[in-house]
Each structure stands twice: as structure tokens, then as C-alpha cells.
């Protein structure tokens, strides 16, 4: 969320716990489109 707001996007919804257990947050790119940012520390990764 701080990449994005440095490099020119709006926080609309700022980082927050969810009730899902991980957390969440939205921002508004420089052209307009808006992007949610989730985690969750159960989530498996691939690597």
C-alpha cells in the first residue's frame, strides 16, 4: 500500500484486519482503476 501510494495512488481503504483473518485494502491507480491488496497468513504460496 505505501509502494502504491508513493508512486501516485489514492488509499481509498486503508489496510485493516478482516474477519477472515488477514488483511485487506484498497487504492486508486493514476488512470483510475481501483486494486484490492489482500494477505492471509494461511494462504499456501507457490515458489
Same mark, same amino acid.
Given at each position: 500500500?505505501?509502494? !502504491?501510494?508513493? !508512486?501516485? !495512488? %489514492?488509499? %481509498? #481503504?486503508?489496510? +485493516?484486519?478482516?474477519? =477472515?483473518? @488477514?488483511?485487506?485494502? +484498497?487504492?486508486? #491507480?493514476? #488512470? @483510475? +482503476?481501483?486494486?484490492?491488496?489482500? =494477505?492471509?497468513? +494461511? =494462504? #499456501? %504460496?507457490?515458489?
Amino acid at each position: 500500500m505505501e509502494q !502504491a501510494k508513493q !508512486a501516485g !495512488a %489514492t488509499i %481509498t #481503504d486503508p489496510a +485493516h484486519d478482516t474477519f =477472515w483473518g @488477514g488483511y485487506s485494502g +484498497h487504492f486508486q #491507480d493514476p #488512470d @483510475g +482503476h481501483l486494486w484490492e491488496v489482500v =494477505w492471509n497468513p +494461511h =494462504w #499456501d %504460496t507457490i515458489e
